[in-house]
């Protein structure tokens, strides 16, 4: 990995389905109230709208989210950014950007969903990060996706998944935050793992139960894990 992690059961699991619009509609909420409540015009709120409808959300709440993040719903809603820094079991640095309107609350669930792990300060391992933009895409047709991608503004391309899966599982473009809506017209900005670590079967498997575990948080919106 060593870029975003994503938690299987948010695909696989109908029953995680709740969580995964819960999240998105707070993200959503937060763009339209920054950016404005027009798709064409905020490219964040662009990127997120293309990701509900992926997870298949329902239109109403989408909507929903849109009016309440540009006020247009009488509710007075106001999430901040918290970013945790620390340490999975093994030593697998760990970056966790959650949205919430209670920071005591989520401080206190965080610690002790660390509890199998090491909880950091800030900065203790975001200097083994990149902070840039990440676009992830399929590619269709016969053109070189590499250097389509480059030619829009993208530094580097990697296969999404396994080598023998990469047409169909996609591929991961990274940019610099400011070139992001010249290379995708949507996407956003994430932390990529400078010295990803390798794990044998079992200790990798101690480590995604770990970053399960805090994904199932309400407040958790994306884990960056340094996990090879």
């Known amino acids: 990995m060593g870029a975003q992690w994503k938690h299987r059961i948010r695909q696989a699991s109908g029953a995680a389905k709740g969580r995964v619009f819960s999240k998105l509609a707070k993200e959503i909420v937060v763009a339209a109230k920054t950016g404005g409540a027009d798709p064409t015009m905020n490219a964040k709120l662009r990127a997120l709208v293309e990701a509900a409808k992926k997870a298949s959300m329902p239109r109403d709440t989408l909507e929903r989210a849109i009016k309440k993040g540009s006020g247009v719903l009488d509710e007075n809603v106001h999430y901040e950014t918290v970013v945790y820094e620390g340490f999975a079991p093994h030593r697998v640095p760990v970056i966790v950007e959650c949205l919430t309107d209670n920071a005591k609350r989520t401080?206190?669930?965080?610690?002790?969903?660390?509890?199998?792990?090491?909880?950091?300060?800030?900065?203790?391992?975001?200097?083994?990060?990149?902070?840039?933009g990440q676009i992830e895409a399929?590619?269709?047709?016969?053109?070189?996706?590499?250097?389509?991608?480059?030619?829009?503004?993208?530094?580097e391309v990697e296969p999404v998944g396994g080598e023998g899966d990469?047409?169909?599982?996609?591929?991961?473009?990274?940019?610099?935050?400011?070139?992001?809506?010249?290379?995708?017209?949507?996407?956003?900005?994430?932390?990529?793992?400078?010295?990803?670590?390798?794990?044998?079967?079992?200790?990798r498997s101690e480590v995604e139960q770990f970053l399960g575990d805090l994904d199932e948080d309400d407040d958790v919106q994306q884990i960056y894990a340094g996990l090879a």
């Open 138 to 155: 399929t590619h269709a047709g016969s053109a070189d996706p590499e250097e389509a991608a480059i030619e829009a503004g993208a530094q």
């Open 107 to 132: 401080t206190q669930n965080i610690r002790h969903l660390f509890r199998n792990g090491q909880l950091g300060s800030s900065g203790s391992v975001a200097w083994d990060f990149t902070h840039g």
């Open 166 to 203: 990469a047409a169909d599982a996609g591929f991961r473009f990274y940019t610099e935050p400011t070139d992001l809506d010249a290379v995708s017209k949507a996407l956003s900005a994430g932390w990529r793992a400078k010295n990803p670590v390798s794990l044998d079967d079992a200790a």
